[in-house]
């Protein structure tokens, strides 16, 4: 990479348009005379993410796309690779699920001065396993959510589906799911789906069988991180109790 000529131009790729306090105080603690920064957001607009960069100053777009499944990942492609010929940052700092992706694309877009690549965030989700333990350190934020917010936060599904099956209450669906999650959890369940993922990986690496055994396992993962969030919560609240 050619030495930088003026501010170092720093793209800062993100997901979501949902507020993120982490880039807000990297803008605002940032020396603006060093460093340009300029916010892509994956997902449609408007936001509060977009609202807080241009507030504070700082370019900000969105690629409009609806979400951030594998199906709009070719047009997200496009777009991204458009907007780094164009603005040919010194650095792009990816804070999204696809990583590997985003490098590669700015690894095309600049091919007159290849990125150098210091480090790649994120790789305790390179593989299954890394995954499951991000969903269950993942869980006990999403526990708070609920009790903070209640309903009217997404999170609540997540805790209700991790809950016991509660059989004058939940749907005939929520119960088969609920006794089919219990069922896996097991010690031997658990094993199934391991031998499921070892197996897919192996002789059918690129099918939907694959990605659905990926899914259990983060599923399963969740659910436990969710149910030992819980178990903590009680035992606290039980301490507390006169």
């Known amino acids: 990479m ?6 170092i131009r720093v793209l ?11 880039l807000n105080g990297l803008l605002d603690h940032s020396d603006r005379e060093t460093v340009r920064l300029s916010v892509v957001a994956m997902l449609r607009g408007p ?29 997200a492609v496009l777009r991204l690779r458009s907007t780094i010929c164009r603005d040919r940052p010194h650095l792009v700092h990816s804070l999204t699920f696809y990583t590997g992706l985003v490098l590669e694309v700015t690894r095309s877009a600049l091919r007159g001065a290849p990125p150098r690549i210091v480090s790649t965030h994120m790789d305790h989700v390179a593989d299954i396993e890394g995954l499951c ?5 993942y869980a006990p934020g999403v526990v708070q959510a609920v009790r903070v917010h209640g309903s009217a936060t997404q ?3 997540m805790v209700d589906s ?26 031997l369940g658990r094993l199934l789906v391991s031998a499921w993922v070892f197996f897919g990986e192996r002789v059918c690496p ?24 819980l178990s903590r919560s009680e035992n606290t609240a039980g301490r507390r109790a006169p």
């Not at 370019?59 to 594998?70: E, F, H, Y």
């Open 2 to 7: 050619t030495a930088a000529v003026g501010p």
């Open 12 to 22: 800062v790729f993100t997901q979501s348009v949902a507020r993120d306090r982490l």
């Open 47 to 75: 936001g509060p993410l977009l609202d807080d960069v241009a507030a504070r100053g700082v370019a900000a777009q969105s690629l409009g796309l609806a979400d951030g499944s594998l199906e709009d990942l070719p047009q």
């Open 133 to 137: 333990r991000r969903q269950q350190a």
């Open 155 to 157: 999170c609540q599904s």
């Open 162 to 187: 991790a809950q016991p099956v509660r059989w004058g209450h939940d749907s005939l669906f929520s119960r088969l799911g609920k006794v089919a999650k219990a069922a896996l959890s097991t010690r």
């Open 206 to 229: 690129d099918s939907r069988l694959l990605t659905r055994a990926y899914e259990v396992s983060a599923t399963l993962a969740l659910r436990r991180g969710v149910r030992a969030a």
